[in-house]
């Protein structure tokens, strides 16, 4: 804004006007897409104190860009931030932030419902490092504390999880972390900063796949963290020597849908739980998981900590794998697709979405059943889509009884 009173109003106004108004050109209203992968100096001392990061601007683009700029300055001021730094996508700012900060003979301490991509690297990459990761029972809070306590660099957490909306206390574990000198970085992906602001709570470093909530459309890729600016400047130095740099135009992609983030967050939200509440009432489902629902394990937790609960749910089916082939197909108004968060509802099993790298058996383990369904709730007409939802449980219902 103008007069530089940003950071002061509230989320709403902050996802429009946020981190933009100095990068504004020639009176334009929108923030540019700058292409150019130099900058030029005529002055060699500005050029030189530009590059040590002693006067603001910009010298190559796999290091820093206007465009690319303004979306961190964006995602910096909606969590509350000290500073923020982007990546080309959501796990190249996990695995970047991971590998910035362990070392060989760390011990980092999560829960075994992280996303698939997530669980990969610390079931799989992280031990070839020397570094052991713990996997602990998601809603075992005093497991989770013990593990800490036994001495961890990092305590990574996940509210909501991927893809069975469990609810970890991120107050209560944070302050456990920081008695024990453990960071606290959380993955904020499915709550975004218009429901949940995890920094407040006293996490350390937040991250986002920005291809989901933040961008909405489902057009772009990319990644970020914010927190700490310490920390964020040790992870920022990590990925512009190792180049997962986030493209201009994907970044004056996500700019513009942020701008619609608290409308479209809003929504989804109260359309998930409808459709959450609606689909509890059907005989086909047999498990519906959304954490605004009064029989989630840990709805107090999340009511205390998030203003609404999201828009994505989770439900699993009667009948077996087959009851998921009879009815995802029939959906009119969700895309089979291993997205979420856009404006257009998107629907799909962990083993072609969220946990395609995992196998069945190791899915099985997790408690990720064969039948469930991770729905991502669009801006559509919830009767829409609780139509639609029902004709495509009737039609399964029938499909299934014709079978001998």
């Known amino acids: 804004?103008?007069?530089?009173?940003?950071?002061?109003?509230?989320?709403?106004?902050?996802?429009?006007?946020?981190?933009?108004?100095?990068?504004?050109?020639?009176?334009?209203?929108?923030?540019?897409?700058?292409?150019?992968?130099?900058?030029g100096y005529d002055d060699l001392e500005q050029w030189h104190e530009v590059a040590l990061g002693l006067r603001e601007g910009h010298i190559y683009g796999r290091n820093t860009n206007p465009t690319?700029?303004?979306?961190?300055?964006?995602?910096?001021?909606?969590?509350?931030?000290?500073?923020?730094?982007?990546?080309?996508?959501?796990?190249?700012?996990?695995?970047?932030?991971?590998?910035t900060l362990l070392r060989p003979g760390d011990r980092v301490v999560s829960l075994v419902d992280t996303y698939g991509g997530t669980n990969k690297i610390f079931s799989e990459f992280l031990p070839n490092f020397n570094i052991e990761a713990v996997l602990c029972p998601t809603t075992d809070h005093e497991y989770i504390i013990r593990e800490v306590q036994k001495g961890a660099k990092i305590l990574y957490l996940e509210s909501p999880t991927n893809p069975t909306l469990k609810i970890v206390d991120l107050k209560r574990l944070t302050e456990a972390a920081h008695n024990a000198g453990a960071l606290v970085i959380v993955d904020n992906t499915f709550a975004t900063p218009i429901n949940q602001q995890p920094i407040r709570l006293g996490a350390d470093l937040v991250?986002?796949?920005?291809?989901?909530?933040?961008?909405?459309?489902?057009?772009?890729?990319?990644?970020?963290?914010?927190?700490r600016e310490d920390l964020v400047r040790?992870?920022?130095?990590?990925?512009?020597?190792?180049?997962?740099?986030?493209?201009?135009?994907s970044a004056y992609l996500l700019l513009r849908g942020m701008k619609t983030l608290h409308l479209r967050v809003r929504q989804q939200s109260e359309s998930a739980l409808r459709i959450a509440q609606f689909l509890q009432s059907r005989d086909e489902v047999d498990t519906v998981y959304y954490p605004g629902l009064?029989?989630?394990?840990?709805?107090?937790?999340?009511?205390?900590?998030?203003?609404?609960?999201?828009?994505?749910?989770?439900?699993s089916l009667k009948g077996g794998f087959e009851s998921v082939r009879a009815f995802l197909p029939h959906l009119?108004?969700?895309?089979?697709?291993a997205n979420l968060g856009a404006v257009e509802t998107t629907a799909g099993p962990p083993r072609t979405t969220s946990h395609v790298e995992l196998t069945q058996e190791e899915r099985q383990a997790l408690g990720i059943p064969e039948t469930l369904i991770r729905y991502?709730?669009?801006?559509?007409?919830?009767?829409?889509?609780?139509?639609?939802?029902?004709?495509?449980?009737?039609?399964?219902?029938?499909?299934?009884?014709?079978?001998?």
């Open 376 to 404: 991502s709730v669009g801006i559509e007409d919830i009767n829409d889509l609780i139509e639609d939802v029902t004709q495509g449980l009737e039609h399964m219902r029938y499909e299934l009884q014709l079978r001998p």
């Open 234 to 249: 040790k992870i920022y130095h990590y990925r512009e020597i190792n180049g997962a740099t986030l493209h201009p135009m």
């Open 332 to 337: 009119h108004y969700a895309h089979l697709a």
């Open 68 to 99: 690319v700029h303004v979306f961190e300055e964006k995602v910096r001021i909606l969590e509350d931030a000290e500073d923020a730094t982007s990546f080309s996508t959501g796990m190249a700012a996990i695995s970047n932030t991971l590998f």
């Open 1 to 39: 804004m103008r007069n530089g009173h940003t950071e002061e109003s509230r989320i709403g106004t902050r996802s429009v006007w946020g981190g933009e108004d100095s990068y504004l050109m020639q009176h334009a209203t929108q923030v540019p897409v700058v292409h150019s992968v130099g900058f």
């Open 207 to 227: 991250i986002h796949s920005a291809t989901k909530f933040l961008g909405g459309h489902a057009d772009a890729l990319g990644g970020v963290v914010c927190g």
């Open 294 to 315: 009064p029989t989630h394990e840990n709805h107090a937790i999340a009511a205390k900590q998030m203003v609404q609960f999201g828009g994505v749910l989770s439900f």
